[in-house]
């Protein structure tokens, strides 16, 4: 028989329920974040617990406390002179008709009770196809005294599914903090829209995504392109902690399924990468849209952009070969030419001789590795994108827009072309790309000329989306974060990153306690389109189970003896 924890003795549909503990519940026991249920008399409640708070029944027992030491007194005003009391926010809800209606998939065929919910037998619901079950959005609140109860598993699986369902493609990303139940998300859902995941420096972002990307390689949602600016994702990184230690890359995970392209070779064969494919961009890939986007990095002026308009008008896509190749006599007759501003011309050769300096970046290219890149793409290889000692936000951001801009080019098209045959067979396979710093990207001043922003508001329409890490939310367009599906939030502490996770999110000034209160280390805040409603989780560990659980199973994994051996040799064939 379950224990009634409190009673629900007042409360709004805007403000939430406020809940006072029966005296036999320990207010210690109720955590910020937890998954509560309130039975009502038609509907079942499915709360979030986002406060705590005491009370007493008399003003008079505050100015004159109980000794701490007189536990007789202490257990006469437990429960009625004091008490504990919390504040519960209504997710989502189920109705009694509708339970109903569940109740003939009983597989037991016994008689149902009328305040009994059909969820309450788990073999009733793997019986049924998700499409039977609808959870609710809540538009009303349960009555006074309507008895508050803790979550069970089946509660959880009504709401967050289960990862083998065959009708889904479920993924478990954690557990409650307080349970040993999977919530998961809809990863169809999840690649419909762009993500986010967010958190400070050290809460784990980078766990995080790599959960994320194995997910929705392992049961194919999308395919994927990662730049993976500090060489994170691909192969084996380091992970946290006082011991050293590293967790395996996706390559390792997906020897099939994972491509590595690197724009630094010698740092990927310092690593002991094996079969990575060598990526270079030429200078008349790159467009003047590529160039505003570094304008803070590179220093420009406005006026230097807008001569550099002028040059691509006349010169065509070679233009930045053939600026850094004029002379002052050169800018001079261009200038008296085309009225350009001779003294921002010069300012702009001056500075795009910096990317001289990027070794993946040359004058011209034997071949167009963007498009080896594409049709990888298009075979259903996911792609990870390694940036070596290329690590800075100048080369990661121009980089990362000048392949980004082409490939979705040609996902537009593959688009137009789908929505004119309309023949299945033309349907682009989902792409979600993943980027880092992305308030980089994304700012407010900038957003409107990057393809990252261009991608985020279209919301999936040439079926290509992002998946932005960022510990910087509140650098980010508020347009663009209204537009981001589900949210994935370890800890932050300023209010402005807060204040920017919750933005278009309605009830979101009920969670930002719940965002406050988070561990530092494997829990986070889950909110948004591919979950049914917000849930603080422990993260799943990114460990040898986890390992087991999602990666290939006729994967032989290298001995770290031949790992050290190859890393050693390719030490030696680069000189060191």
């Known amino acids: 028989m379950d224990r009634p924890l409190g009673s ?4 709004s549909l805007s403000k939430g329920l406020e809940v006072r503990l029966h005296a036999d519940v320990s207010v210690e026991d109720m955590r910020v974040g937890k998954f509560l249920v309130v039975r009502g008399v038609r509907s079942h409640f499915f709360c979030m617990l986002t406060d705590v708070s005491l009370g007493t029944s008399s003003a008079r027992i505050l100015s004159n406390p109980p000794n701490p030491n007189d536990d007789f007194l202490l257990a006469v005003l437990a429960g009625s002179s004091t008490y504990g009391t919390i504040e519960l926010s209504p997710m989502l809800m189920l109705t009694a008709e509708r339970e109903k209606q569940q109740a003939i998939f009983d597989p037991l065929g016994g008689p149902v009770r009328e305040n009994k919910l059909a969820l309450g037998n788990l073999a009733s619901f793997e019986s049924q196809t998700g499409a039977d079950m609808e959870l609710l959005p809540v538009k009303t609140i349960p009555s006074h005294f309507s008895q508050v109860f803790d979550a069970k598993e089946t509660d959880f699986r009504a709401v967050f599914g289960w990862e083998d369902d065959p009708y889904r493609r479920n993924f478990a990303i ?34 995080l995504t790599r959960l994320l990307l194995s997910g929705i390689i392992r049961k194919q949602a999308a395919v994927n392109l990662i730049f993976d600016m500090h060489s994170e994702y691909g192969w084996e990184a380091v992970s946290e902690g006082k ?8 390559r390792q995970l997906f020897p099939d399924k ?10 990927t064969k310092r690593r002991g990468v094996r079969d990575a494919q060598e990526l270079f961009l030429s200078f008349d890939q790159i467009e003047v849209e590529d160039i505003a986007l570094v304008q803070r990095e590179l220093n420009l002026s406005e006026a230097s952009i807008e001569n550099a308009i002028i040059l691509r008008n006349e010169l065509g896509s070679a233009w930045i070969n053939k600026l850094l190749e ?17 003294s921002s011309i010069m300012a702009l050769q001056r500075k795009l001789e910096r990317l001289n300096d990027l070794t993946y970046i040359r004058k011209r290219c034997p071949k167009n590795y963007v498009t080896e890149v594409l049709q990888c793409l298009d075979a259903g290889k996911n792609v990870v994108i390694e940036f ?34 309309k023949n299945p067979c033309d349907r682009p396979q989902p792409l979600v790309i993943t980027i880092e710093e992305a308030h980089r990207f994304l700012d407010p001043a900038i957003v409107r000329s990057t393809i990252f922003g261009t991608i985020a508001r279209e919301m999936r329409k040439y079926f290509v989306t992002l998946l932005i890490v960022d510990q910087r939310p509140s650098g980010i367009d508020a347009e663009v974060m209204s537009q981001v599906g589900t949210r994935i939030t370890a800890l932050l502490n300023d209010d402005k990153d807060i204040d920017a996770i919750f933005t278009g999110v309605s009830g979101g000034q009920s969670l930002r306690s719940v965002l406050a209160k988070l561990d530092s280390k494997q829990q986070a805040l889950v909110l948004g389109h591919a979950v049914p409603m917000p849930v603080v989780v422990q993260t799943r560990p990114y460990d040898e189970q986890f390992y ?22 390719a030490k030696m064939d680069l000189g060191f």
């Open 388 to 421: 070596g000692s290329h690590s800075d936000l100048l080369s990661y951001m121009l980089a990362a827009n000048v392949i980004t801009r082409r490939i979705h080019g040609s996902y537009v098209r593959k688009a137009e072309k789908f929505l004119q045959t």
């Open 174 to 207: 954690g557990k409650p903090i307080d349970m040993d139940v999977a919530v998961c998300l809809d990863l169809d859902r999840f690649v419909e829209r762009s993500n986010g995941v967010f958190g400070k420096s050290g809460t784990g972002k980078s766990f």
């Open 243 to 250: 011991q050293f230690s590293t967790v395996k890359g996706l």
């Open 258 to 267: 994972i491509q590595i392209y690197t724009l630094d070779p010698e740092s």
């Open 326 to 342: 004029m002379t002052n006599e050169d800018i001079q007759m261009f200038c008296e030419e085309k009225r350009g501003n001779k």
């Open 8 to 11: 629900v003795i007042q409360g």
């Open 548 to 569: 087991r659980e999602i990666g290939d199973i006729d994967w032989q994994e290298m001995p770290d003896e031949q790992v050290f051996a190859e890393a050693e040799a």
